[in-house]
């Protein structure tokens, strides 16, 4: 075999060893959270636009993973299963759909299109994840909200939420229906809420 045929012989065989060692891929299965339907509210709108910012959260929620705490304070996530969005954007679509749906403020938006708005409603992601505790698991989802002014930036309420949702069925299907509920139920509270608290600095 002459000079010039050798080396790109060497090198297909190269590349092939190369590829033999290199580990398999895991397949993903991506997950969206089911969406809310929420019936629209009977009361008459208020009379102001919200912005829900997304909320904070610590490293281990900025990541697209589902994640679970198996036991005391360790936390983990479910292994070839994803979200189609980080945690903590992905509970802000969720809000911003429920409260859309219910209609008790004339706009809902986000800090995406900067729009002007009348109140912003930030928070503190603590808990997006399955919770394992005395043998029961549980869809978890804690947040501290604020409502503040965005003119004067003075906090015109804060409250402290937790959902916690019983897991009958623990597969990964399980768990994002699970945080599906958990999270209606939290944009249930969140809505009721700012529309109590707003509602009353409204002029009569």
Request: charged share 15%; hydrophobic share 40%; glycine share 4%.
């Amino acid at each position: 075999m002459t000079r010039t045929r050798l080396i790109p012989a060497l090198l297909g065989l190269t590349l092939l060893s190369a590829c033999s060692v290199l580990p398999k891929t895991e397949p993903v299965t991506t997950y969206q959270l089911p969406a809310p339907h929420f019936s629209a509210s009977t009361e008459t709108p208020l009379a102001l636009s919200l912005r829900i910012i997304t909320p904070a959260a610590s490293y281990a929620l900025q990541t697209p993973r589902i994640m679970v705490t198996p036991e005391g304070n360790t936390i983990n996530n479910y292994q070839g299963a994803r979200w189609t969005d980080p945690n903590p954007i992905l509970l802000r679509e969720h809000l911003v759909q429920a409260f859309q749906q219910d209609g008790s403020f004339a706009s809902v938006s986000t800090e995406v299109h900067a729009l002007q708005t009348d109140v912003q409603l930030f928070s503190d992601l603590r808990q997006f994840q399955t919770l394992y505790q005395g043998g029961t698991a549980s869809a978890v989802i804690e947040l501290d909200a604020k409502l503040v002014d965005p003119g004067s930036r003075q906090v015109i309420a804060s409250r402290h939420f937790r959902v916690s949702q019983a897991l009958t069925d623990t597969a990964v299907p399980g768990v994002v229906s699970g945080l599906g509920e958990a999270a209606d139920t939290l944009a249930r509270q969140l809505i009721d809420w700012s529309r109590a608290v707003l509602q009353q600095r409204q002029p009569q």
